[in-house]
């Protein structure tokens, strides 16, 4: 029997560098509208979830989602883990497919190839694209069995609460941890949306290919020939897992 991934995306209005940027609109859908999509198009979901928190500020957020017609759980504001657990529990699966709502560039190719990858080895208990990194910032996927993510919620504090899969990728020891790459290196590129200098990338994008996914390969030519474009987010430091 086929494993039942549920997708879980997380989303709130409050980042501190660029505050309400998963309701920002590109080429006439939201940033979370389009994580949305791209997590869907997979098709490798038997379920999906947005998780936001408590806060009243992400009354938005849970608007956007009756909007999208997508479910939606709410939680705490600073210990994601939690939310996403919460969000298990009212959407049972075997397997929980981590999704942040600042990735509005998501290829669901890749989310598919990640769960495909989950899928052919028993036994495993997370998989993701990160751990080696090939590929840009802002389009990687991680899995991690449900059953893991419940022990991972009994033993992780700190930072590991707000990054929820860092507890199992952090020790191999205890996890069953699979590291995903593809070719060529992409790494450099960097395609989430965490400042503004991000959003001129991303709208940039949006703004030449309109209301669709773009295949990553597609992508990057696109990139490769537009150093202009590139540049508009280049020194951007990405923060440290312990700058929750």
Not at 58 to 66: F, M, N
Not at 85 to 98: E, I, N, Q, S, T
Not at 127 to 136: C, F, H, K, N, Q
Not at 165 to 182: K, M, Q
Request: hydrophobic share 45%.
């Amino acid at each position: 029997m086929t494993e039942r991934i549920v997708g879980v995306v997380q989303a709130r209005m409050g980042s501190s560098r660029l505050p309400g940027k998963v309701l920002r609109p590109l080429a006439g859908r939201s940033v979370l509208g389009r994580v949305v999509r791209a997590a869907q198009d997979s098709g490798v979901l038997t379920d999906l979830v947005v998780a936001t928190s408590t806060d009243p500020g992400d009354d938005a957020v849970v608007a956007e989602c009756r909007r999208l017609g997508v479910a939606w759980h709410r939680g705490p504001v600073d210990d994601v883990l939690t939310r996403f657990v919460g969000a298990l529990d009212a959407h049972p699966g075997d397997a929980v497919m981590r999704f942040t709502a600042d990735c509005p560039l998501l290829d669901p190719e890749i989310v598919a190839l990640v769960a495909s990858v989950y899928r052919a080895v028993p036994g495993l208990d997370y998989a993701s694209t990160s751990i080696t990194r090939t590929l840009p910032r802002g389009l990687d996927v991680e899995i991690i069995r449900a059953e893991a993510l419940r022990t991972v919620d009994k033993l992780a504090t700190g930072h590991d609460r707000v990054h929820v899969t860092s507890y199992a990728y952090a020790h191999p020891e205890r996890f069953r941890v699979l590291g995903v790459t593809l070719t060529p290196d992409r790494s450099r590129l960097r395609l989430t949306l965490d400042t503004e200098p991000d959003w001129q990338l991303v709208d940039a994008v949006a703004a030449h290919f309109g209301d669709v996914a773009v295949p990553l390969a597609t992508l990057a030519d696109w990139l490769d020939g537009r150093p202009e474009v590139r540049a508009l987010n280049a020194d951007v430091r990405q923060k440290r897992l312990e700058e929750c």
